[in-house]
């Protein structure tokens, strides 16, 4: 019984933690975008989104291992285990289409820095 417990609260933890709300731009990525002219403008940027990128993909990885652990020991979460697959699983494959998106707006703008380059 304590067992099941600590796993019910465990699920609710994880649940809890990969919901929560970061600041995936500290910076103001609108006035950043606007004023964005200079090769190191564009580099900043694309630095940037390379960062958010390659924090997706970790997420990705974490949620991977919460399914794997669903998948693998679903007695533990009884009834909820079916939803909390399927909670993994589109959270993993929302971050991988924003680390996708991300790459794609970093090599924007490393091409953005290019142009900017030979402008100078």
């Known amino acids: 019984m304590n067992t099941e417990k600590f796993f019910v609260v465990?699920?609710?933890?994880?649940?809890?933690?990969?919901?929560?709300?970061?600041?995936p731009h500290p910076m103001d990525m609108t006035s950043a975008i606007r004023s964005a002219q200079t090769e190191a403008d564009?580099?900043?940027l694309a630095r940037h989104y390379e960062a958010v990128a390659e924090d997706m993909r970790l997420r990705v990885q974490e949620h991977k291992?919460?399914?794997e652990?669903?998948?693998?020991?679903?007695?533990?979460?009884?009834?909820?285990?079916?939803d909390l697959k399927a909670h993994?699983?589109?959270?993993?494959s929302s971050y991988e289409q924003a680390a996708e998106?991300?790459?794609?707006?970093?090599?924007?703008?490393?091409?953005?820095?290019?142009d900017a380059k030979q402008r100078q």
Request: hydrophobic share 40%; glycine share 4%.
């Open 88 to 92: 993994c699983r589109k959270l993993i």
């Open 42 to 44: 564009h580099n900043a």
């Open 101 to 114: 998106a991300n790459l794609g707006m970093a090599k924007d703008h490393q091409k953005m820095a290019e």
């Open 69 to 82: 652990e669903y998948e693998t020991r679903p007695y533990y979460y009884g009834k909820r285990a079916q």
């Open 10 to 23: 465990f699920a609710i933890v994880a649940l809890l933690a990969s919901c929560a709300q970061l600041n």
């Open 65 to 67: 291992k919460e399914l």
